[in-house]
């Protein structure tokens, strides 16, 4: 498949008969039954247990109560362990709200998904502060990404 992240379905599926999916947050439509089933078991494997219900997948029904707009899975989609560093440069040039972590991400998590072993992103914040963020699937390329970002924050500020 694709490793950009804006990417949400699959590429050239043909609408056609399938199933509805609920993943969490997430509707996805899918091409068969089977498909949908293995979804919701692997997404289920990784809700916690005490999680409230909608956190769980379910299958929502046949291809008729889809109501969204958007591509059919014709496979699952990936899911891989991205991990995440986060910060933010303030003007003179010290770090606050350090965040890091790891998650399991799928395919059609748009914005969090990735396949690359690490991309980092320097985003503009009011206040004049500078949101520094790497992450991927390799955490030594994230933690080298994520340093190297910081740094150029750092001189953007300067």
Do not use: K
């Amino acid at each position: 498949m694709t490793d950009d992240p804006q990417h949400t379905g699959a590429p050239g599926a043909e609408p056609g008969p399938g199933y509805v999916l609920r993943a969490g947050v997430h509707t996805l439509r899918v091409a068969t039954r089977a498909i949908a089933d293995e979804i919701t078991a692997l997404w289920n494997s990784q809700v916690a247990e005490d999680a409230p219900e909608q956190d769980y997948a379910r299958l929502v029904g046949p291809d008729d109560a889809w109501t969204g707009a958007g591509p059919v899975w014709d496979r699952v989609p990936d899911c891989r362990t991205v991990h995440r560093l986060l910060a933010t440069v303030e003007p003179d040039g010290s770090l606050g709200g350090e965040r890091a972590g790891e998650r399991l991400r799928w395919e059609f998590e748009s914005g969090s998904y990735t396949g690359m072993p690490c991309r980092t992103r320097i985003e503009q914040r009011p206040g004049g502060c500078l949101e520094v963020e790497a992450q991927g699937t390799d955490p030594v390329e994230v933690a080298a990404g994520f340093a190297t970002a910081l740094d150029q924050a750092r001189e953007r500020l300067g």
